[in-house]
């Protein structure tokens, strides 16, 4: 499976944005996917993740509230919408995959795409 993000940009504080990741190679609805962030100068974080359906989602504690994570499977693509965003929101965005019909909430994946970066400015 191949996967590329997308979507990032600049953004003022309270802005949105959404992310787009893209997959291929594989059929994509058997697969959970996930996003993650790093900051510079930071670990990677988990961020959110949707099952292989789009049944169940799991967001961090972090972004509840003001991110979603949705999936077109007929698109081969997930999404992460972002509302309100925040400074410390800052960080390169990666999408990530796991052929697994559970939910995966940790950096248990195999496939992993480049990041897009997002910068939330004050």
């Known amino acids: 499976v191949q996967l590329q993000a997308f979507g990032g940009g600049l953004m003022q504080a309270g802005g949105s944005l959404r992310l787009s990741c893209a997959t291929s190679?594989?059929?994509?609805?058997?697969?959970?996917a996930g996003w993650f962030r790093q900051a510079p100068g930071k670990e990677r974080e988990f961020v959110a993740a949707?099952?292989?359906?789009?049944?169940?989602?799991y967001c961090a504690d972090s972004v509840k509230g003001r991110f979603t994570i949705s999936r077109d499977n007929a698109k081969n693509t997930v999404y992460l919408q972002m509302n309100s965003l925040k400074p410390e929101d800052t960080a390169l965005y990666s999408c990530?995959?796991?052929?697994?019909?559970?939910?995966?909430?940790?950096?248990?994946?195999?496939?992993w795409g480049q990041g897009t970066l997002v910068t939330v400015s004050s």
């Open positions: 949707i099952s292989w359906s789009g049944d169940i989602t």
């Open positions: 190679g594989r059929t994509f609805s058997n697969y959970a």
């Open positions: 990530a995959a796991r052929r697994t019909r559970m939910i995966v909430t940790t950096s248990n994946y195999d496939y």
